[in-house]
């Protein structure tokens, strides 16, 4: 059983520019989550994918972006980028077996995005 | 809405002493709650959860919190540090039926030798 990957690791990218930051659910989960972490800060809540639809959102403005794949794999799109878009971007699947239950989310390593 | 609040952004503890991280959260339904553990330029590791049942939570690396509703409180503890216990710790709460978990701004943990 492999846990969440995410890609890349790192990234630099240039004020402006728009980002693809992927991720692999852990097998047998439907339900992932993106969480944006700035440095020295927790994890904020961008918004969750399940069964390949939006879940639910967080205080992000529309340029955050995702999508969802039949395998349950996730893309997060960032438009227009942002030196405070600087951060680590976090990934997260739950084994949820409803819309709406709750469980543990297992996190991936992270991609660390950095906007000059 | 619920929120979390961890009491502390750095605690400095000497190896085999006592660790004290401290958490309050607030929830107007009955919550989930979870600490969770990152190492540097690492995701985060579940640690422990409490959802309903026992209050005493036992988690991993001898870690263990007590849920206290009356005190809106989960603190996490472990009898005797060690080295590897160094990093950031998070205090996180959820609810039945949300689809986000909140988290706290985080606690590092410092052990001396």
């Known amino acids: 059983e492999t846990g969440v990957t995410q890609s890349p690791t790192h990234l630099i990218k240039t004020r402006g520019q728009q980002v693809t930051l992927r991720c692999s659910s852990q097998s047998g989960h439907n339900t992932v989550s993106w969480y944006q972490q700035a440095l020295g800060q927790g994890p904020q809540f961008i918004f969750q994918y399940y069964r390949e639809e939006e879940n639910g959102r967080g205080n992000f403005p529309p340029r955050f972006s995702g999508l969802q794949f039949p395998n349950y794999s996730s893309e997060l799109n960032v438009n227009a980028l942002e030196l405070d878009d600087s951060a680590l971007y976090l990934c997260a699947s739950s084994p949820t077996a409803g819309q709406r239950v709750n469980t543990e989310a297992f996190f991936g390593q992270g991609t660390r995005l950095t906007v000059v | ?113």
């Open chain 2, 1 to 113: 809405a619920q929120s979390v609040t961890q009491l502390g952004s750095h605690v400095s503890v000497s190896e085999g002493a006592l660790v004290l991280l401290r958490c309050n959260y607030s929830s107007s339904v009955p919550p989930y709650l979870f600490w969770y553990v990152q190492y540097p330029n690492q995701g985060l590791q579940l640690l422990l959860k409490y959802t309903t049942g026992a209050t005493l939570v036992k988690g991993i690396n001898g870690f263990e919190a007590e849920f206290k509703k009356s005190e809106t409180s989960f603190h996490l503890t472990k009898p005797s540090a060690h080295m590897s216990d160094a990093a950031e710790y998070f205090c996180a709460v959820s609810v039945t039926g949300g689809f986000k978990t909140i988290f706290g701004a985080g606690t590092r943990l410092f052990v001396k030798a």
